[in-house]
């Protein structure tokens, strides 16, 4: 992999603004047509891109409840030709992590190496080159859930104008909404597909890969009347190291936001061990089956839609039911089963899938 540079010093100034989205002169590709500058030479290994650590600002995170940073890292990929071929623009995809992951959990050693990935794919011409893009949304609940939320911050404007904006001014990108994809996997999954709901303006594809949190609708009391263990603790950092209660503390934070309630700023489904239904009716409008009927005409703006999950994922069911509203509803996508649960071949999917995806459903350069 190349040099990694680190601009973690720097914060920049990013202004909400729409990126204005041109019609792209380039042409789609098909999934495994090679990329001229990739193929000329295969004799050795894959040349290696460049990743980059750096700092990106979002007035969209500014006054937090939670406090967290308005300054998140970022984590960008620049395909090896990027270096040498000056003139050359590039397609980006905005990949978005799962919960109590980071965009550690996915470049650089130990991870999951969609660099790695990125250099083998583009390398062997069976996609053509991109920028990839992933921000860190972790937060003191184990991630932000990609919403719109005064506790958590404004993700859902984050991803889709501040870093946007900031990538197309900094990088050589195609800076048209035919030309940037959006993915992600679980958490990073119901991100894809809450914000492309709600901004076909910025992206065009969308892959959803294993995703989390498709049919939040039903809200149940405890067996036996127990008082659940979130609404046991006294602070938010009493929660650390439990991933249940973290987990609707995270959902909570992000769906049922409330200033008026320190230290937490937020309000749990239930109470007493029982449910509150007009919180739990949050929780219900934040769910993707519940709000897609508001969305179609936005859907059916979309080159392509791809949604994936294991066989043996616990989540197959909630994207079963999500699947068949898409299909109720007349929305053209793809929808793929494999063999594994959760976790297992994610890599494997990021590279036979994902990026062949976006290679054919996104505008290159011509």
């Known amino acids: 992999m190349g040099l990694m540079r680190s601009r973690s010093g720097l914060a920049v100034a990013v202004s909400v603004v729409l990126v204005a989205l041109s019609a792209c002169g380039g042409r789609s590709t098909q999934a495994g047509e090679p990329d001229p500058e990739a193929a000329a030479d295969r004799t050795g290994p894959p040349a290696a891109g460049t990743w980059e650590r750096v700092r990106v600002h979002g007035t969209s995170l500014e006054g937090n409840l939670l406090g967290e940073t308005a300054d998140p890292d970022v984590s960008?990929?620049?395909?090896?030709s990027y270096a040498t071929a000056p003139d050359r623009r590039y397609p980006v995809v905005y990949v978005l992590h799962g919960y109590t992951g980071t965009d550690l959990s996915y470049f650089g050693p130990g991870s999951r190496g969609l660099d790695k990935i990125a250099d083998r794919v583009f390398g062997s011409g069976s996609a053509r080159e991109m920028i990839l893009v992933m921000p860190n949304c972790m937060n003191r609940?184990?991630?932000?859930?990609?919403?719109?939320?005064?506790?958590?911050?404004?993700?859902?404007?984050?991803?889709?104008?501040?870093?946007?904006?900031?990538?197309?001014?900094?990088y050589r990108t195609i800076a048209a909404r035919e030309s940037r994809g959006l993915a992600g996997h679980s958490m990073g999954g119901y991100g894809t597909i809450r914000i492309g709901m709600k901004r076909p303006d910025a992206f065009s594809a969308l892959y959803a890969l294993s995703s989390c949190c498709l049919n939040e609708g039903t809200i149940r009391p405890p067996a036996g009347g127990v008082t659940p263990l979130a609404e046991s603790?006294?602070?938010?950092?009493?929660?650390?190291?439990?991933r249940a209660v973290m987990g609707t503390l995270a959902r909570a934070a992000a769906w049922a936001p409330n200033p008026a309630n320190p230290p937490f700023f937020f309000d749990l489904p239930t109470k007493g061990g029982e449910v509150q239904p007009e919180i739990a009716e949050k929780w219900a409008a934040n769910s993707p089956v519940a709000m897609l009927d508001q969305y179609v005409g936005s859907l059916g703006k979309y080159t392509a839609i791809a949604l994936d999950i294991g066989l043996q994922d616990s989540l197959l069911a909630g994207n079963r039911v999500f699947?068949?509203?898409?299909?109720?509803?007349?929305?053209?996508?793809t929808f793929e089963t494999y063999e594994g649960d959760h976790t297992s071949g994610i890599a494997q999917r990021l590279e036979e899938k994902v990026l062949p995806f976006f290679s054919q459903h996104l505008e290159f350069a011509p």
């Not at 932000?144 to 404007?157: F, R």
């Not at 603790?233 to 439990?242: V, Y």
């Open 76 to 80: 960008i990929y620049l395909p090896a």
């Open 323 to 333: 699947v068949e509203r898409l299909t109720r509803f007349g929305v053209p996508h």
């Open 233 to 242: 603790i006294g602070s938010p950092d009493e929660a650390q190291g439990d």
């Open 141 to 170: 609940y184990g991630g932000c859930m990609y919403s719109s939320s005064v506790t958590a911050g404004d993700w859902e404007g984050y991803v889709a104008d501040d870093l946007v904006g900031y990538v197309d001014r900094t």
